[in-house]
């Protein structure tokens, strides 16, 4: 079975900081790894997905991925946070062959001015 | 374009009613469709997906149940009520085999029981 961790449950962050939210999984096949967001009641939204080929993945809103097989992670780090990223941000898994997705329990960024 | 609508986007309902919460997508033909409950603290469970009209499968024993009356439709439905369905009901859906590992979400519904 899959599983996904997100080691913080809330992020603070002056604006103009940097910004990485970690996230670990567990699997025993090849996985999907995404990255959503979710702004105050409203649904997800999909910032940056790795399937395949390059660990390095690049997103929306400058947001970039690390996918790391030995270390089992995919964080997310964005060089510069504005007011308005803040937002729960959720990491998920799929094994590509269902496409259900596994999420971790979300970590909220707060940027302060 | 594709597009998910869900309804109603809130909704306070008194334990022991019943329930109805609607889905629907625009825009494709057969996706998998689901339903995810999001609970404070907990982050987003699968409760129901779908590959196709009829065919439902539950990710977890509860108090609900869901449908699939037409491709594009799927209604997350109770008979009764408990305080520990509110929650934060997101559908969502995607096309396997595209390879691309895409879901889309709705807006959500969230439901308070009283």
């Known amino acids: 079975a899959q599983s996904v961790t997100q080691l913080d449950s809330q992020v603070p962050v002056f604006e103009e900081a940097p910004v990485e939210l970690r996230c670990n999984y567990s699997?025993?096949?090849?996985?999907?790894l995404f990255w959503y967001v979710q702004y105050p009641n409203q649904g997800l939204q999909l910032l940056l997905k790795?399937?395949?080929?390059?660990?390095l993945v690049k997103g929306i809103n400058g947001f970039e991925a690390e996918f790391n097989k030995s270390q089992t992670s995919f964080h997310l780090r964005k060089p510069s946070v504005h007011i308005s990223d803040t937002a729960e941000y959720f990491c998920?898994?799929?094994?590509?062959?269902?496409?259900?997705?596994?999420f971790g329990k979300g970590t909220k960024l707060t940027v302060n001015p | 374009s594709q597009t998910i609508h869900q309804w109603p986007a809130t909704l306070v309902q008194p334990v022991g009613s019943p329930l109805s919460l609607e889905c629907t997508v625009e825009?494709?033909?057969?996706?998998?469709l689901y339903w995810y409950r999001q609970a404070a603290g907990r982050g987003l469970q699968l409760l129901f997906y779908?590959?196709?009209?009829?065919?439902i499968s539950s990710e977890v024993p509860q108090n609900l149940s869901a449908s699939r009356p037409q491709d594009r439709q799927f209604i997350l439905s109770s008979k009764k009520l408990l305080l520990s369905d509110s929650g934060f009901y997101l559908c969502?859906?995607?096309?396997?085999?595209?390879?691309?590992?895409?879901?889309?979400f709705g807006q959500g519904t969230r439901l308070t029981v009283v």
């Open positions: 969502a859906w995607s096309v396997l085999g595209q390879g691309r590992g895409d879901t889309f």
């Open positions: 699997s025993s096949v090849s996985v999907y």
């Open positions: 790795y399937l395949s080929g390059s660990t």
């Open positions: 998920a898994v799929s094994d590509g062959g269902s496409e259900k997705l596994v």
């Open positions: 825009g494709t033909s057969n996706p998998n």
């Open positions: 779908s590959v196709g009209i009829g065919q």
